[in-house]
């Protein structure tokens, strides 16, 4: 019943741009740090953005600075990751989570798939 799920997810060219969601149910996000992962067939998940809870300082995994952008909007109790200037190697299913250090997480959310491909 409380869960978060991500959505936004979907096939993109190169270069395009694509804004995730991952709306809490049956819970507020508010106290938490969000984290977005992702895993990419044949590799390890590796974290990809996070925004804190409390001071809402944001971090991004090296590969995605620049190109991505983690927010939050406490009156839709939903964290967002705008993905822009999408590269095929961002192809992964993308997950967010609360936590943001995966030897914490507290909840997962269901998965949603991004590919970019031409």
């Known amino acids: 019943h409380v869960q978060v799920v991500e959505s936004g997810g979907g096939f993109v060219q190169p270069g395009g741009s694509l804004r995730l969601s991952c709306a809490g149910s049956?819970?507020?996000?508010?106290?938490?740090?969000i984290g977005w992962f992702r895993q990419a067939p044949g590799k390890e998940r590796e974290g990809v953005s996070c925004?804190?809870?409390?001071?809402?300082?944001?971090w991004y995994t090296d590969s995605v600075q620049g190109r991505f952008t983690i927010s939050r909007d406490n009156a839709k109790n939903t964290v967002y990751l705008e993905m822009s200037s999408l590269k095929p190697k961002d192809t992964a299913v993308y997950y967010c989570?609360?936590?943001?250090?995966?030897?914490?997480?507290?909840?997962w959310g269901q998965g949603t798939q991004v590919t970019v491909s031409s």
């Open positions: 989570a609360i936590d943001c250090n995966e030897s914490t997480i507290k909840r």
């Open positions: 925004i804190s809870h409390n001071d809402g300082s944001t």
């Open positions: 049956g819970l507020t996000l508010d106290p938490y740090s």
